[in-house]
Nanobody, 121 residues
Framework: VQLQASGGGLVQAGGSLRLSCAAS????????MGWFRQTPGKEREFVAG??????STYYDDSVKGRFTISRDNAKVYLQMSRLKPEDSARYFC?????????????????WGQGTQVTVSS
């Protein structure tokens, strides 16, 4: 599965962005999905996850209450609100065939190229 993330950009602190993730030529409905983020020199960290049905969602404590993950048949979204400078990172979407909510990046099978989010103070 080839994943494509989009929607990143430059935003002021307190602002919002919506990231999207799509698969080229295939549906994402068969996969649990996750969003991760990474800054230079740091490990890729889990942000949010969602089950195949979309019923179950999972969040890192740092984004709970500010970010919302959702999905439809074609895409997975990450709505980011009340953004903070520390949210600045490259954001990646990832898919896995196993159970949802796994926070370990190595548990995901496929990755997109990422989209950059920069939050200015």
């Amino acid at each position: 599965v080839q994943l494509q993330a989009s929607g990143g950009g430059l935003v002021q602190a307190g602002g919002s962005l919506r990231l999207s993730c799509a698969a080229s030529g295939r549906t994402l409905s068969n996969y649990a999905m996750g969003w991760f983020r990474q800054t230079p020199g740091k490990e890729r960290e889990f942000v949010a996850g969602i089950s195949r049905s979309g019923i179950s969602t999972y969040y890192d404590d740092s984004v709970k209450g500010r970010f919302t993950i959702s999905r439809d048949n074609a895409k997975v979204y990450l709505q980011m609100s009340r953004l903070k400078p520390e949210d600045s990172a490259r954001y990646f979407c990832a898919s896995r065939s196993g159970p949802p909510g796994t926070r370990t990046s190595s548990s995901y099978d496929n990755w997109g190229q990422g989209t950059q989010v920069t939050v200015s103070s």
